[in-house]
């Protein structure tokens, strides 16, 4: 009897082991198929995605059904929701002889729409192969180190000449404000091959920007693109009779007529004219 009873024994806990063992191996293989993106999922979420040179990664299929609209990832139109949203906080002056003057120290008050408009720079790039991203001097260096932490790529500086180091410079230029002494970078940020996004807040004649990728081209990286939150349509591509600085036209004769532009907000949407107290004075400086 008792080696019966210790068989009964042994026969349940056995029984109690593997059920645990059972229940336990269940819920580990439920665990990582929670945790192992399915083909519905986001794409720019999985670690299939290579980094496309193109913004837009939605399938080329038309037969595509309601649900692979979920694969496609995310991007922002200029001028779309989103920037309506971040427009109302861009306020303009009459500042330095300049009717409009948009400031962008309306958003950067306001921390959920700063945030947000870094959201959407680092959602719109994250998808792309980004070695370094390049602020330029000086309101660049406000907005290109959050987006550089976001997508953990290093941030650089693109200052003006005689403020760094071991820097090379490219040419003068101009701009809308007038005439501008080349951009510098230090020698040994840019690499060549490495993929370089620019980051600035305002894009107008397009001079600051074409003086920056002459920079990355002097050191052998690859303008990705010059990203910008407030872009100046008036400036892409005005008729002759116009008068205007012709952006295309200054690009061309650069050779940096493959290089693109993007800019969140154009002045289209930017209506927010700022109160100004009846003692106001334009006392802007040339910089």
Known sequence: MRVSAASRRFRVITTLCLASFILLAFSVDSSIASFVPTPSGNPAATCGNNGSSSINTSSSS???SS???STTMSTYEQD?????????????FPFKGIPRF???????YEPAVFQKIVDIFAERYKALDVDVIAGLDARGFILGPPIALALKKPFIMMRKKGKMPNSISSDDYKTEYGNRSGLTVQRDKITKGQRVLIIDD?????G????SISLVKMLGGIVVECACVVELKMFIDPSEESGL???TKLFKELGHQDIPVWGLISEDILTNEAELDKDYV?????H
């Open 282 to 286: 334009d006392d802007g400086e040339e």
């Open 80 to 92: 779309g929701p989103e920037a309506k949203e971040i427009a109302q906080y861009l306020p303009y």
């Open 62 to 64: 038309s037969s595509s």
């Open 67 to 69: 649900s692979s609209s």
């Open 245 to 247: 600085p012709n952006r």
């Open 102 to 108: 948009y400031d962008i120290g309306g958003f950067l």
């Open 202 to 206: 305002l894009v107008a004649t397009g």
């Open 208 to 211: 600051t920007l074409s003086s």
